[in-house]
């Protein structure tokens, strides 16, 4: 169970980045695609490990490496772009419910992945509590709560929903069509060759005129601002991701995957303890029946991590 405890461990790391994304999204970094361009170039530096772990996979894995790597920035442009006009709250939840859902579908369909008794009974859990973290009560009829869960009575956040699910749907498949490779090849070359893809659809973006005048001014006010928090962020998110990626090389892409509700298990705690101490960064809601919502989610993700154990 090596995997479990790397994939937990990520998800830690990960989470703090998903609170630290938000904030700089809105004070550091508000261009989507100039974060998404950063992003992408910054996790590059992987390649300086090339000379000792690359190795050449052939015609075929490479093409289908550099293909895979594209698909990372194409889900973190659709997540930041929900992130940016959508709630946190919502958004996040959402897209950790739909990515393990639809990473189960396509590792059943494509990779041929198998799950135990027991392993089924922790997906549920795992899925239940993250379902539950995002499902916020309100109004009196079941249908008004559906509707405002999905954010469905203003146009922006039902934008942003439609934005999430596409955002859910990429990377899931993202991490179906890495796990294939991981296969297949070894680690660290497959990973970065995989990274390699990133970058070089990120330099895409630079291709159209709007594009690359919305980067560069992106560029130019990071500059002036204290970017040393934007490149401390992506120095642990890579840490978180590159871990996370293990954790899907050594178990079952689906699992690692459900899993995720634990990440925002560890947002919860987390934008609770900012909320309370630092109350102008993040404002959550602390209403005793949300507390009990949380609680309950927290504790239905921890019966699927035993499940996941036993």
Request: positive net charge; glycine residues 6%; charged residues 10%.
């Given at each position: ?75 973190l ?44 009974l922790a ?17 009196h ?41 991981y ?18 659809c ?75 101490f ?22 239905l ?10």
């Amino acid at each position: 169970m090596d995997w479990l405890v790397i994939a937990i461990a990520a998800y830690l790391i990960l989470a703090i980045v998903n609170l630290s994304d938000k904030f700089l999204l809105e004070n550091l970094v508000p261009s989507t695609k100039t974060y998404t361009f950063l992003v992408g170039v910054l996790g590059a530096v992987v390649l300086v490990l090339a000379p000792w772990f690359l190795e050449w996979p052939g015609f075929f894995w490479l093409i289908y490496n550099l293909v895979v790597g594209a698909l990372f920035p194409v889900a973190l442009l659709l997540l930041y772009r929900s992130l940016k006009i959508g709630d946190v709250s919502k958004i996040i939840p959402l897209i950790g419910g739909l990515v393990p859902i639809f990473t189960i579908i396509l590792a059943l369909v494509f990779l041929g992945e198998t799950f135990s008794s027991l392993q089924w009974l922790a997906l549920f859990f795992l899925l239940l509590g993250t379902v539950l973290l995002a499902w916020l009560p309100s109004g009196h009829s079941l249908w008004t709560k559906v509707l405002i869960w999905f954010g469905l009575v203003k146009q922006k956040n039902f934008i942003a929903i439609l934005t999430a699910v596409a955002a859910a749907f990429f990377f899931a498949v993202f991490f179906v069509a890495t796990k294939y490779i991981y296969l297949n090849q070894t680690f660290f070359s497959a990973f970065i060759w995989i990274r390699l893809g990133t970058l070089l659809c990120v330099l895409f973006l630079l291709v159209p005129k709007a594009n690359r005048k919305e980067i560069f001014v992106g560029l130019k006010k990071l500059k002036k601002k204290k970017s040393v928090l934007f490149f401390a962020n992506q120095g642990i998110a890579a840490v978180g991701f590159l871990l996370q990626n293990y954790a899907v090389f050594l178990g079952s892409v689906a699992l690692v995957n459900a899993l995720q509700g634990v990440q925002y298990a560890f947002l919860l705690v987390l934008g609770g303890l900012i909320s309370v101490f630092y109350p102008k960064l993040l404002q959550e809601d602390v209403s005793k029946g949300i507390i009990i919502q949380k609680i309950l989610a927290i504790t239905l993700i921890s019966i699927g991590l035993y499940f996941m154990v036993v």
